[in-house]
């Protein structure tokens, strides 16, 4: 069935570098591609999204890159701080039936060590 | 423009019991989703609901679960008989149209003695 995989699962870095976290979809029908922030106790906080018609999608340090040929997108977060510390979520919705519904990778705990 | 409201936050039920779950979408939007976090885990996909109608239920357990959308007030997720494997985080998404952006409501945490 729908599938979406996400890795690293967990991702250290210091203050000041970039954070990449990649996920995979096996849905080729997928084309609609958000990235969720979630931080301890509160609920998923969207932080970017990108259509399948669109490449590359950025919003000041965030980035998202989409691969449709190899069904990856990735996200990229440049100059890291403190406070990107969380958990990042990647969707794809893939609903042939168009509900919109959102199938989510795993999930990956970014720590940004100051 | 208040977000996604879900209440209660915190909900503690024994066994058997059940619990019911509120989600007040977003002003203006009127496509509600239900998903459910059990811990370390990602958000799995309950239902999909637009007022008065159930849309896609493919993620909701066969039994002991149900969800409505009525035209007016909150939705509710209602978990009959709650057993101690119900126990997550059970958030509710809203969005203006299908396949629009989801805007996550800050979940109820259900905790099953």
């Known amino acids: 069935g729908e599938n979406v995989e996400q890795h690293p699962s967990t991702l250290s870095v210091q203050e000041g570098d970039s954070a990449v976290i990649k996920c995979t979809y096996s849905?080729?029908?997928?084309?609609?591609f958000p990235w969720y922030k979630q931080e301890l106790g509160k609920g998923p906080q969207l932080i970017i999204d990108?259509?399948?018609?669109?490449g590359e999608k950025k919003d000041q340090r965030i980035a998202v890159t989409l691969n449709k040929t190899a069904k990856h997108f990735s996200l990229h977060i440049t100059e890291t701080q403190p406070e990107d510390s969380a958990v990042y979520f990647c969707a794809a919705s893939m609903d042939p039936g168009n509900t919109g519904k959102l199938i989510f990778g795993q999930g990956t705990t970014l720590q940004v060590k100051p | 423009n208040a977000g996604v409201m879900q209440n209660p936050r915190h909900l503690v039920r024994r066994r058997g019991q059940e619990a019911r779950l509120r989600c007040s979408p977003m002003?203006?939007?009127?496509?509600v989703y239900w998903y459910r976090q059990l811990p370390e885990e990602g958000l799995k996909f309950m239902v999909y609901?637009?007022?008065?109608?159930?849309?896609?239920e493919s993620g909701m357990p066969k039994e002991r679960f149900s969800a409505e959308f009525p035209k007016e007030g909150p939705s509710i997720l209602r978990i009959q008989q709650v057993v101690r494997g119900d126990s997550a985080a059970y958030f509710c998404a809203s969005s203006p149209l299908v396949q629009e952006t989801q805007y996550f409501g800050p979940g109820t945490r259900l905790l099953v003695l």
């Open positions: 990108i259509r399948s018609n669109v």
């Open positions: 849905d080729s029908a997928s084309n609609y």
């Open positions: 609901l637009q007022k008065e109608n159930i849309i896609d």
């Open positions: 002003k203006g939007h009127s496509h």
